[in-house]
């Protein structure tokens, strides 16, 4: 499965509430996920800190993630 390429959200163009907003929400689904007795792998987890700093975006997270876990 190809996966799209998307262009990255610069890091300078998103605000300190907009990082802060992102780390929740990964956050936020980690411990959902780890609830769920399954833990992310290192390469998930340095796909969700591309994410919070801005270098890629929701759309592109969840695709990856995906794509990783056969989905």
Known sequence: MAATQALPVPASSLSDEQRI???RSVESA???TLA????????????????????ISLQ???????????I
């Open 30 to 32: 980690l411990g959902t």
């Open 60 to 70: 592109d997270l969840g695709i990856a993630v995906r794509s990783m876990s056969g």
């Open 36 to 55: 769920e007795g399954v833990s992310p792998g290192p390469e998930a987890i340095a796909l969700a800190e591309r994410y919070v700093a801005g270098e």
């Open 21 to 23: 907003q992102r780390r």
